[in-house]
Each structure stands twice: as structure tokens, then as C-alpha cells.
């Protein structure tokens, strides 16, 4: 008997490491992990936590736009100021 947990490669939740299903988000090992099962009832075990984490990452740091796009948008905004410039 194995009694050790992995977490779903799809969902995270923490299941049996030999478990060939996860009865968190219906995942199997058959469709490779990738997609819910046909499990209809899955919202009622709504998990705003995991979803949060699943779909924004860490929280705290995803509050804040990157440095690499405000370069972008910086660079973008230089470059259109010189091409209006030269339009003159
Ligand atoms: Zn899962």
C-alpha cells in the first residue's frame, strides 16, 4: 500500500502517488492529465485558492505590472513621439 501524495499535475490537489485519477478535478492519467473529467458535480468542491493560483500565479506579485512591458510601452510611446515629430 502507498500513502504517499503527489499533487494533480493538473490541478495541484494533493493525491495518491499512485492514484491513476484525481478526484479533485476528475484529471487521469489516461487523457495524460490535461483535461477534467466528465465529472458533472465538480463545482460544489470549488477551490478559490488553487483556482487563484492556478490562473494568476502568486498573487502579490502579479498586482503590479512588469518592468519589461512598462520598458515596452515606454519604448513604443518614444518611438511614435519621434515618428510624429518627423511627420511635422
Ligand atoms: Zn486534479
Not at 500500500?1 to 494533480?8: E, H, I, Q, R
Not at 495524460?32 to 466528465?38: P, Q, R
Not at 512591458?69 to 511627420?87: P, S
Amino acid at each position: 500500500m502507498n500513502d504517499s501524495f503527489v499533487p494533480c499535475p493538473h490541478c495541484g490537489a494533493e493525491i495518491k502517488a499512485d492514484a491513476k485519477f484525481c478526484r479533485f478535478c476528475g484529471s487521469s492519467e489516461a487523457d495524460g492529465w490535461a483535461e477534467e473529467g466528465d465529472w458533472s458535480d465538480d463545482s460544489e468542491d470549488f477551490d478559490y485558492e488553487e483556482f487563484v493560483a492556478d490562473n494568476f500565479g502568486d498573487s502579490s506579485a502579479n498586482t503590479q505590472v512588469s518592468p519589461g512591458w512598462r520598458a515596452v510601452a515606454v519604448i513604443l510611446l518614444i518611438v511614435f513621439g519621434l515618428g510624429f515629430l518627423l511627420l511635422w
